[in-house]
């Protein structure tokens, strides 16, 4: 059974720029949750997308967007990158919605300089 | 006031201690706690699911939740230097979508 994976593993980009992130879920995990993870912070929930749809959205503005594909595999799009989007950025993939265990991929180490 | 508090420490012990680590909440739609483990610079690992109030063990870990007082904790007897971590504690209701985390406690367990 594969595990969930997240690509690239570190980049570095400019305030303004845009970034896309990756995520492939578990085998068999029909839903895929988006985090932040700011320096010894716990992680922040961004959204949620379940079977392709927006199943939910935390505190974070619209430059923050997400897909999510057929086969389950996820994308989050950050535009007109700011500093304080420097964080870890986490995916987890779980069998639904609700209680179901989510389990997290290793993040995307975003450096915004 | 934070939804979930957690004592980010840090917390140090010696090799063989028993670790006891805490979490309050204020939102009673909670009903299912976890507790994952993050090495540094790694993705959260899930160590225990627990639903509704009660025990739970699994090897040297024990989750306790207790929904009167919106406190849960994790247990780690005879702690082991690969037990050095930040320990998260999360929680989600029924009908909700997203995973609440507390900031996380860093512990070092010294040999």
Known sequence: ?113 | QKEVEQDPGPLSVPEGAIVSLNCTYSNSAFQYFMWYRQYSRKGPELLMYTYSSGNKEDGRFTAQVDKSSKYISLFIRDSQPSDSATYLCAMIGDSNYKLTFGKGTLLTVNP
């Open chain 1, 1 to 113: 059974e594969t595990g969930v994976t997240q690509s690239p593993t570190h980049l570095i980009k400019t305030r303004g720029q845009q970034v896309t992130l990756r995520c492939s879920s578990q085998s068999g995990h029909n839903t895929v949750s988006w985090y932040q993870q700011a320096l010894g912070q716990g992680p922040q929930f961004i959204f949620q997308y379940y079977r392709e749809e927006e199943n939910g959205r935390g505190n974070f503005p619209p430059r923050f967007s997400g897909l999510q594909f057929p086969n389950y595999s996820s994308e989050l799009n950050v535009n007109a990158l700011e500093l304080d989007d420097s964080a870890l950025y986490l995916c987890a993939s779980s069998l639904g919605v609700g209680g179901d265990t989510q389990y997290f991929g290793p993040g995307t180490r975003l450096t915004v300089l």
